[in-house]
C-alpha cells in the first residue's frame, strides 16, 4: 500500500468512514473491469490482478503519474486499495501497459457533481463548495436526533460544531470553535452518519 493510501485509510477511520463500500475493479487480459467506475465519497476501490502478466494502477492520464497513487508492480493475485474521500473524476493507467486506462468518478449516488456548484450527500449540500469565506449547509428533511453537525480536518481533527436548531440550514463561517480563521484546504462535514467533503481555497 502507498504512503498516500495508507494516509487516506487512516483518516477514513479517524472520521468514522472505516465501513464504506470497497467497489471492486479485476485486472485480466490486459484490461481494468470494468474500465470506468462510479462510487460515493469516502468509499475505496480495490484493484485485483486476475491475469498472469504484472500490472499497475497509477493515477494519471496519458502515461503520467499526478502524484495521487501508485499501487507498484501487482503479482497475480495481488490486491491494491485506494480511498476517494472528496468529489472528482479520476483518471489512471497501467505503467507497463499504455493500452490499459481507467477512470474513477466519485460523487453523491455514484455520479459526479459540477466542481464549485455545490456537493450534496445523501440528504445535506453545501453550497458554494469549493468556498473562500463561508458556505451554507442545507439539511435534508431526514435527520437524525442530533442536530448539530462536526467538521473535521484532513486529520480527522474536530474543528469545529454547529448548532442548527430548528433550522433548515446552518452557516460554518471558516472559523474553528476558539474563533480561529482555518487554513484553506480539505474538510468533512459530519451529521449523523453523513460525511460530506468540503474544500476551502486561499
Excluded at 490482478?49 to 504484472?54: D, F, K, L, P, R
Excluded at 462535514?189 to 476551502?200: D, E, I, K, P, W
Aim: some cysteine; aromatic content about 8%.
Amino acid at each position: 500500500m502507498s504512503r498516500i493510501s495508507a494516509y487516506v485509510v487512516a483518516l477514513l477511520t479517524a472520521i468514522g468512514l472505516a465501513g464504506a463500500t470497497q467497489v471492486p475493479v479485476s485486472i485480466v487480459d490486459f484490461a481494468f473491469s470494468p474500465d470506468t467506475v462510479r462510487v460515493n465519497v469516502g468509499d475505496s476501490v480495490v484493484w485485483t490482478n486476475n491475469g498472469a502478466a504484472i500490472h499497475t494502477s497509477t493515477s494519471g492520464a496519458n502515461g503520467v503519474w499526478d502524484s495521487l497513487w501508485d499501487s507498484g508492480n501487482l503479482s497475480h493475485g495481488a490486491t491494491f486499495v485506494h480511498g476517494f474521500p472528496a468529489n472528482g473524476t479520476f483518471s489512471y493507467f497501467c505503467r507497463h501497459h499504455a493500452s490499459m486506462k481507467g477512470v474513477v468518478v466519485v460523487g453523491t449516488g455514484g455520479v459526479n457533481e459540477t466542481p464549485g456548484s455545490g456537493t450534496t450527500a445523501r440528504g445535506i449540500a453545501s453550497y458554494p463548495n469549493p468556498f473562500r469565506t463561508a458556505m451554507v449547509i442545507r439539511l435534508g428533511p431526514t435527520r437524525p436526533d442530533s442536530r448539530v453537525l462536526s467538521v473535521f480536518n484532513a486529520s480527522g481533527n474536530l474543528v469545529r460544531k454547529l448548532d442548527a436548531g430548528r433550522s433548515a440550514s446552518v452557516v460554518w463561517d471558516g472559523r474553528d470553535g476558539r474563533g480561529q480563521e482555518t487554513g484553506p484546504g480539505l474538510y468533512f462535514v459530519r451529521y449523523g452518519s453523513v460525511v460530506l467533503a468540503v474544500t476551502r481555497l486561499r
